[in-house]
């Protein structure tokens, strides 16, 4: 079955946070951290989100199997919380929604993301799609991080 990418609605966000839970399980399981972010964010701060970001989905059928959220701030896209169901992982899907996000803000000078530090297969896509680290920083204390941005060219 074919993956539609598309923007998401606020009635998503109960779907697309219980999913990114169970997505990112694995990388704050990598990273020795089950306090990230992604993992204790609550619905409230996912319907908030909305004001601030265009959440983009991918739909196989009626099921949300991704999502990756992404904002402008001045001339820089910020995209993150890239996520696809683990079942789907490895399909290219995760390319995709990035690939979409990035066309979001086609004016952008730049495009930046922070990722896990050992999170070496997202690096991998990340690297792949023209990124390069520009810094670290830790989440928490504890859970080592990536800055990684390309410019617009």
């Known amino acids: 079955m074919d993956v539609e990418i598309t923007v998401a609605d606020k009635g ?74 683990p079942e789907h992982q490895g399909q290219g899907i995760g390319r995709k929604l990035f690939i979409a996000a990035e066309e979001k803000f086609p ?16 690096i991998r896509l990340y690297e792949s799609l023209g990124y390069q680290v520009t810094g670290e920083m830790m989440e928490n204390g504890r859970t080592p991080l990536v800055v990684m941005e390309k410019d617009r060219a």
């Open 107 to 122: 004016s952008a000078g730049s495009y930046r993301l922070i990722t896990g530090k050992l999170s070496s297969g997202n």
């Open 12 to 85: 998503d966000a109960q779907q697309i946070l219980e999913l990114q839970k169970i997505a990112f399980h694995k990388e704050a399981a990598l990273n020795g951290d089950m306090q990230i972010a992604p993992m204790v964010e609550v619905l409230d701060d996912t319907e908030s989100a909305f004001a601030t970001h265009v959440f983009l989905i991918a739909r196989q059928g009626s099921d949300i199997i991704g999502s990756v959220r992404v904002r402008a701030e001045d001339d820089t896209c910020h995209i993150g919380r890239l996520f696809v169901a």
